[in-house]
């Protein structure tokens, strides 16, 4: 079992549409949270960064994380053609370990 | 834009052979950390500097070393090249060397080795 479980799609939904995209981890030590979007052939820009359980929002973005489950997800509100890219997960223990990324997935928003 | 910046953006190279790619950090960050993303494999970790001193070692392989320099920008060399090792190298920056923070990404060096 790999350490963080990322459906890769690809998630096809109309614009407007409410996303919801999940990871699952196995580490139990994990403790901080991060979302990330890849554009095609560009570098992963930070989007969301969460510590422990809990919610977060930040403008159309809502990130939710379950410790108890070893759960999180990343909301899209009225989401846009834009938001077409790979999301990535990402978690740390806060040890000498770099983060542990899911293999993203990707989301198409039909025009 | 990150603040990330890394060069070259395309590299295209022989087995066998050996390549440098550099990395420069957004002003103010400490840190420089080394991945490697490939489609099967995802994003893996490979190395960690903080201020000039290897800080943490992920999956790097022995033909694989990296240094950060005082003006903090670092370097990955890959040596002996196979034709595995093709894949996109990002390198990231954060303020500190605490591993549990955000780090921004630069736009990566695409490696073919042919």
């Known amino acids: 079992q790999k350490e963080v479980e990322q459906d890769p799609g690809p998630l096809s939904v109309p614009e407007g549409a409410i996303v919801s995209l999940n990871c699952t981890y196995s580490n139990s030590a994990f403790q901080y949270f991060m979302w990330y979007r890849q554009y095609s052939r560009k570098g992963p820009e930070l989007l969301m960064y969460t510590y422990s359980s809990g919610n977060k929002e930040d403008g159309r973005f809502t990130a939710q994380v379950d410790k108890s489950s070893k759960y999180i997800s990343l909301f899209i509100r009225d989401s846009q053609p834009s938001d077409s890219a790979t999301y990535l997960c990402?978690?740390?223990?806060?040890?000498?370990?770099?983060?542990?990324f899911g293999k993203g997935t990707h989301l198409i928003i039909q025009p | 834009d990150s603040g990330v910046t890394q060069t070259p953006k395309h590299l295209i190279t022989a087995t066998g052979q050996r390549v440098t790619l550099r990395c420069s950090p957004r002003s103010g960050d400490l840190s420089v950390y080394w991945y490697q993303q490939s489609l099967d494999q995802g994003l893996q970790f490979l190395i960690q500097?903080?201020?000039?001193?290897?800080?943490a070692k992920g999956n790097i392989l022995e033909r694989f070393s990296a240094q950060q320099f005082p003006d903090l920008h670092s370097e990955l060399n890959l040596s002996s090249l196979e034709l595995g090792d093709s894949a996109l190298y990002f390198c990231?920056?954060?303020?500190?060397?605490?591993?549990?923070?955000?780090?921004?990404f630069g736009q990566g060096t695409r490696l073919t080795v042919v």
């Open positions: 990402a978690m740390s223990s806060g040890g000498a370990d770099g983060l542990t």
């Open positions: 500097y903080y201020n000039g001193e290897e800080r």
């Open positions: 990231a920056s954060s303020p500190d060397g605490t591993l549990s923070t955000e780090a921004f």
